[in-house]
């Protein structure tokens, strides 16, 4: 009823806010149309710039244009093509997609979506197979700390993020008016439409509208080895449906302090099919379904007028709905024979930022966040949910940054206060501070060549599911701790049309989880306990070249690379000793770009050497290398652009998460209009 009421003045407000700003807008119309004006087009004014040092921190980042090289669908796609990143891709169109970073789970992962930190208390990740690849202007991840420190505390508060940022309405004094319509098709049923209008009514105010829906069978064909066994069957159950919807509105005051609001709707009913069961056909059919609808608001507010001070302030409101069904004859207690659960999470979410610049060199930042969580869960089966879990948060993070020509060096220091609690317990409130620090140095001064390193501590706080969604719940689970280090070089030659254009990075880290959270198996119960202890080392390695060539072509490659040796030291665990499931020792991906007139393609591969489901020593629990290939042709013409992919070109049959097939060979079609 609290966040109900807090939503009900929320949105008032909002409305406000919007009255107050159409009522500006048009007094500016009136102002500008009582006059004889002409309108001067900006004026680019270039002079020989101090190169500073943003890198400090291992960060990568891509693009829409880079975006638009790869046969990607959703970002879980896009962030498979990023050096240090683990995909856990359960198959198909649509299909439950999370993202890890450097041997962490995807539970230390944090997701920022334009600006705004995403969260879900119940499961603590975030389905980043939700969000579609048209309509991304860039995605970004950071291992350890942002690179900039104006940011939200919640942004530091993680292992590492993965950055969404969406295309804005931008003004344009000769294009006001912007659309661009998609329409895509693909083997297995797959259908994919998405549509973006954006609209500047003048230089202040501009809105923008984004619709995608999908609609995809997911019946593929697939082979399963299992040691001398081998069987052909087709996915069942593995159908989706879902669409999202987006406002954007943005009101500039002037080009340094601007207010934006973002509505967000989101629904998905999809099956799920179940991990496959060798030997036994019938077994596989599965009558899982899940059904999702997800609404929220964000308002942010940004001033960076002043050279001194500058500020910044975010609200956001979500209220996600899950259902789960799944008709079975083991529920014979039940009517129907059918489990129903319901997951109702809502998120009240206000942020603050001051930055100041203490001196040209000196800047720090100040930044408080507060969150209230809720999770009301029922269900007519026997295990039903204990209680009705609230998390209040409180997070501030105070960061210090110093900049010079050779030198940056960066520190922070995040305060935590968090407080968990039920309908019929209530937890101790969970208060902590935990430090970062990175240091980047540039020797030569006519060469962009850094050395570059960073230290973390962090913390995760156990989930709802973790705390009460298991038969022993255990309401004195303690945070999982980590530490990271890292020490890497990054080299970049200097940007010419006639030259060529290369950059290599390399970074070695160690992490440490300590106080690890371990569910443990009991027969037919299961309990959650802080046991497990994982250590970490890794290399990631990127290489970038391009050249522009004769006759208006250009030619780019990138190779991404990546080592893992991630050590399972849980005492009395049967897996002491072991690589960690699902991570594997050799992983890297690449891509070659050309670009001739109106025409462009490229050639992509994904590759994956060996992991393990489990205990490394049964063979059975062994995922073998794959290589994934993808190569796609496209035609552009004025407003009108037809892309013709094949993904997984030689068939390959292969597993990211055991028992769970990934799509042989494919075909997609992409017609694009633009206005």
């Known amino acids: 009823m609290v966040v109900q009421k807090i939503y009900t003045y929320l949105r008032y407000l909002i409305l406000l806010l919007v009255s107050l700003t159409s009522f500006h807008v048009m007094a500016f119309d009136l102002e500008l149309d009582s006059m004889n004006h002409k309108e001067l087009h900006e004026v680019e004014v270039r002079d020989k710039s101090v190169t500073t040092i943003n890198t400090n921190l291992p960060s990568q980042k891509i693009t829409a244009i880079d975006i638009a090289k790869l046969n990607v669908d959703n970002v879980a796609d896009i962030a498979k093509h990023f050096s240090g990143v683990t995909v856990k891709d359960y198959g198909g169109a649509g299909g439950q997609k999370t993202v890890a970073f450097r041997g962490l789970n995807a539970l230390h992962t944090g997701v920022s979506y334009d600006g705004v930190m995403m969260s879900d208390a119940q499961s603590g990740m975030i389905d980043l197979g939700k969000f579609s690849s048209e ?156 059904l999702e609808n997800e609404f929220f608001s964000q308002l942010h507010y940004e001033n960076k007028q002043n050279c001194k001070i500058q500020y910044q302030f975010s609200a956001k409101y979500s209220d996600n709905n899950l259902k789960y069904t799944d008709k079975s004859v083991k529920y014979y207690s039940i009517p129907d024979n059918t489990l129903t659960n319901f997951y109702q999470q809502n998120e009240l979410y206000l942020t603050g930022t001051v930055q100041y610049y203490a001196t040209d060199n000196l800047v720090t930042s100040l930044s408080s966040d507060w969150n209230y969580n809720t999770l009301i869960a029922t269900s007519n089966g026997i295990n039903a949910v204990i209680g009705t879990p609230v998390r209040k948060t409180w997070l501030s993070n105070l960061a210090v940054k110093y900049i010079s020509r050779k030198l940056t060096f960066g520190t922070n220091l ?19 501070l935990t430090p970062g620090a990175s240091i980047s140095f540039k020797p030569l001064q006519d060469k962009e060549f850094i050395l570059r390193s960073f230290y973390k501590n962090i913390f995760r706080i156990p989930t709802f599911s973790e705390i009460y969604y298991h038969e022993m719940f255990s309401s004195n689970l303690k945070p999982e701790k980590t530490n990271q280090y890292n020490i890497g070089i990054l080299y970049e030659s200097q940007a010419h049309p006639q030259r060529l254009y290369f950059k290599i990075s390399v970074d ?7 106080d690890k959270i371990t569910i443990e198996p009991h027969g037919g119960f299961s309990s959650v306990r802080n046991i497990g202890m994982v250590d970490i080392k890794g290399v990631d390695a990127s290489f970038v070249l391009s050249k522009e060539l004769k006759q208006k072509s250009k030619i780019s490659l990138q190779l991404n690379y990546t080592f893992q040796r991630a050590t399972n030291f849980t005492l009395g665990d049967p897996q002491y000793g072991d690589q960690i499931p699902y991570t594997p020792f050799h992983s890297g991906s690449s891509s070659i770009f050309y670009e001739i007139g109106h025409f462009d393609c490229a050639y992509s591969i994904l590759y994956s050497g060996y992991r393990y489901n489990g205990q490394n020593s049964d063979y059975r629990n062994l995922l073998p290398t794959f290589v994934d290939q993808c190569v796609y042709f496209r035609f552009t013409h004025k407003w009108l652009s037809l892309k013709c992919e094949v993904n997984n070109i030689f068939d390959v049959q292969y597993q990211i998460v055991q028992y769970y097939p990934m799509p042989g060979r494919n075909l997609k079609t992409t017609l694009t209009f633009n206005l």
Do not use: W
Not at 508 to 514: E, H, K, P, S
């Open 414 to 432: 995040l305060y935590s206060s968090i407080e968990t609690s039920n309908t019929i317990e209530n937890q101790n409130t969970l208060k902590n």
């Open 508 to 514: 070695a880290y160690y992490n440490n989880i300590l």
């Open 135 to 290: 309509n991304i202007a860039e995605v970004s991840v950071f291992n350890g700390q942002p690179s900039t420190i104006f940011q939200p505390a919640r942004m530091f508060a993680y292992s590492g993020v993965i950055s969404i940022s969406t295309c804005q309405p931008h003004y344009d004094s000769l294009h006001t008016f912007h659309a661009r319509a998609v329409a895509k098709a693909g083997s297995f049923g797959m259908y994919n439409g998405s549509a973006y209008v954006s609209k500047n009514f003048n230089k202040k105010l501009g809105i923008s509208l984004t619709s995608d829906a999908l609609n995809a069978k997911n019946e593929y064909p697939f082979s399963y080895i299992d040691g001398k066994n081998t069987e052909t069957r087709k996915r069942t159950n593995s159908d989706i449906l879902s669409s999202r919807n987006t406002i954007n509105g943005i009101y500039r005051f002037s080009t340094f302090e601007l207010l934006s609001i973002k509505f967000n709707h989101f629904y998905s009913d999809r099956g799920l099919p179940g991990a496959i069961i060798i030997g036994t056909p019938f077994l596989n059919y599965s009558n899982q379904r899940f």
